[in-house]
């Protein structure tokens, strides 16, 4: 079945529901999901709303600007339309380790990610072999002080050619420049080894057996400027004990950073994320 | 705020969500939470929504006779309508543990349960003094084989005589007969000790024992006359190991079964619980 | 049966485990229960251990100054003795909150805490009624900015008065001087309504709403001069979800306190708890 | 370092723990890691210890014979004496599913297992690529009702051949026989698709999905001969709602059980499993 989904977000007020349900029941479409979150803290409404578009009375082009027309114009309201016919493209950072990688990979072999790769970038060489066997692109960019700018300029224009919609770091040890995000605004998934805000920065683990936490976590956040304190999307944790060393802690998060990353991506995926003022709204 | 919240469900079909949405804005009603679903197995929807009662332009009382005809009628839809006005009134029934009815008064007195308590009916005096120390009537109905339907008889006048809404088996050790149930068709909460279907029955964390789990859990449930199979509310587990004796597995197993039970009671509290086909829709 | 625990710590060498096992060997003893960890980062080494006393060859009273001579002597060995037979004394100070007073005092009544309870202190009165219906001594000591020196002093004194092992701050919304922690070192447990380190101080779940997080703990912890640094005895979380106002969060946090920190009182009421550099060693 | 691990096993008496560290101790052991547990219910004693062999005053090869003479044959005693400079082997079994298999190549790719897989087997070919581009050898032996007893005669002479250790069946959907088992008795490791004792068999995930549960889960088991009734090395959960379809909980579920899977697989090859009575004690 062909679907359409709908986010939408706008300043509250009476009759939002119905009036964006009556403009998809007007063209007879077959509401499939529908979503709704009312922020009270700043009065701020959020839809989601996905429907059955083989039956539906509209062309397909037309109507994002039917519903700005017949919908938003009126409420001020914010929209994102997306249809199921177009898979999105997703770019993935990463640099030595793997266990994400493989994670995520092992997703798309088996159908459960319905997304197209275009290509892999990495600053390192270390996984080229195991992402040329899915038969996806590698572009190794070696990066260090000198030269950031430059890299950060060629990877946007892979980004580019590659037509890519977001970005994954699959544990990319690289600070992204503000100017480089400013391109994939929420389009940015990190994965960040630590419960945040908690042990923000470098060495997470460390950090976590040096305070003697009984649980340490993961983060999956979009990225923004600053470091570790973008959007939340998911996070989860993993019970440690007094026996457990730093590099236990190490092996016990990755588990965990591998599941929270792929729920996140899946999340963007199946387009259920809402962000706004540095959170999200996840209708799953 | 006065609130009202309606609980539909009915065969699935097109514009289901326009309609009931259309009746509330054409009364003027606020939409506050609106929730649905569809279990495409089946072909049948269900929706929750709740909306501000005080600028409604109807009265309450003519609320559910309009909505049966505007919007019911034409779709074969059952609905409940509840008003947060009126405060559900719920019966406990108890025998010789304390830890559920201990976590269900703590929340009572602290305001987290908006709700009456008439009564509480046990077969064991044990707990008479805890219960009085809250200023709830008491009632000893000691029950043995020779006078177990004479004694549901006297239960269900005192459950009428106080006007009770719903009842919570909190570790009541009695099985309830069907007739006694077919007078509170899911309105009857138990918990089990035990992760559902495993374990049914009697002493399930001896069972859990013997098969050497490694996790434990409760299973809130509403009571159908099948033993233990009535739709599952809400369920946790706890983590548990070998050193584990049975007398550690129920003490550990207290702890899930009082927060699953409160957790069960809390959704059916709110009207978040629509149960079908020996299963539940919660809106949480 | 009458049992014994050790709680050791030395510096790691050869035949620690040994040496102690043979001690107890020699004087008859049946070993319950023998735990053991090497920090090796540190190079410390940690041992539990508890026999039955009943066939123990060496007097109870003997039993310190002969380990003392015969084990700890030679392995510069730090070292605690606790006998089951003398019941563990815990005062507890409580403010406003009863979710966690409820909460031990139930397990107190079901008598999951072999403990005795002398006394409650609090600087309110709310809980006075609830504390008496267990015939438990309520102190009231109500505290301010400028009698704060003084109202510690007659805490102190009613400590002593009552022979007070330990002391648990069931949510008692006051911070502790220098002064009072040093007369009770990793005998003072707190629960800090955050998932520690993140959201340190006052209104943690506002602070976890402002910053989005997915998931919501509680930290049991032994206090010292730094505020909320302590070691952790134990940690939980909950998820939470876009739609959980605040008040949701304080609500679901509450369920996650009272369990975690009820959880650390077992683990210190039964020996388990070792403290050293700011963290905790906890044989469960 | 190189260093010997030994589980025992033995009725329960005074002074084991003294007579086990004492061999150690008598060679110059330095133990590293020890741990013990007393099953009460039938009068059982566990033990695992490790011990540092660079140091050990006894040559590899006599420690088993002089522990068998000096410490088990008056215990009553079995025991496993295991190295850590012998890699295990361990053979994996596939069918079409790749998640699992796709979860264990990874973490040996990482060498977060230390461990060979000297071949890969499976009754369908899908799974040969992703095997052997990890340079492992894959045995496509097809089965059905009439080759059955012939093709696991093939099987156990590759396992011999390649001198495998353990085996485990990584969604291997075929029923071993009893004679099969017999080989590799407590060495066979599954994950089944469910949280046993519940949902033994076939589509577990649909008969979760119709007995309408909040929570599935995956059990890591060794096989014995009743199906899906072997001891339980680990069990995780995963928390599902009324919106989540059949195949959801296909997909939910498989993260549950390639962590659930790798645990177990941790726990066999860090030699911390004892199994007795179709339970396990572990170690970790």
Redesign the interface.
Known sequence: MRTATILVQCPDK??????V??F??TY??????????????IGMFFMRASWDLDSFGLEKDLIAAAFQKEVADSLEMKFELHFNTQKPRMALFVSK???CL??I??RY??G?FDVEIPLVISNHLDLKK?VT?FRIPFYHLPIDKTNKAEVEKQQLDLLQKHKVDFVVLARYMQILSGDFIKEYPNKIINIHHS?????VGAKPYHAAYE?????I?ATAHYVTEELDAG???????ARV???N??SDLV?IG??VEK?VL?KAIKYHLERKVLAYR?????FY
């Open positions: 009476k009759g939002i529901v119905a009036k349900s009556d998809l029941y007879q479409g077959n509401i499939l999901e529908v979503d709704q979150h009312v922020d009270e803290e380790l793997s266990h493989f994670d990979l092992s072999y088996s459960q195991v066997a419960f945040l805000p908690a042990f305070r003697g936490v009984k649980i976590g959007p939340i999307i998911e996070q989860e944790v004990r007094h026996h060393s730093p092996q990755q588990d599941v792929s540095n959170k999200t709204v996840i």
